[in-house]
């Protein structure tokens, strides 16, 4: 009927599929759990967003209008808000490698002694 050494090459070959298989189980259960954990992010992403939505819908038209209206001295102090702020984003890199360079020419302190 069957030959036994065509038996064992299946008995093997089973084996070798079942262990495959778990293999594959284990690499889908780490990617699921991968998955979850960056839908996670996803999901608080959008759930600050939607409840930052009604500020953004309540402050949109005031910034509109403060910012297309010509006249008006909020327009100018938003402006140079706005402005002041640029400069100052650009600016902040240098500032803090200067910080940095006079804190490393800087003498250590001298230690006190206490009696």
Do not use: C
């Not at 293999?23 to 759990?33: I, P, V």
């Not at 001295?73 to 890199?93: C, D, E, N, Y």
Request: aromatic residues 10%.
């Amino acid at each position: 009927m069957f030959n036994p050494a065509e038996v064992e090459e299946l008995a093997a070959r089973k084996r070798l599929l079942a262990a495959e298989s778990d293999l594959n189980r284990q690499a889908l259960m780490s990617e699921l759990s991968r998955l979850r954990a960056s839908a996670e992010k996803v999901e608080r992403v959008f759930r600050f967003g939607r409840s930052a939505y009604p500020v953004v819908l309540a402050t949109a038209p005031l910034a509109g209008y403060f910012l297309a209206s010509k006249t008006g001295p909020a327009t100018k102090i938003l402006k140079s808000a706005l402005w002041g702020w640029q400069v100052l984003r650009r600016l902040k890199p240098f500032w803090d490698k200067w910080r940095r360079s006079t804190a490393t020419h800087q003498e250590p302190p001298e230690p006190e002694i206490l009696d």
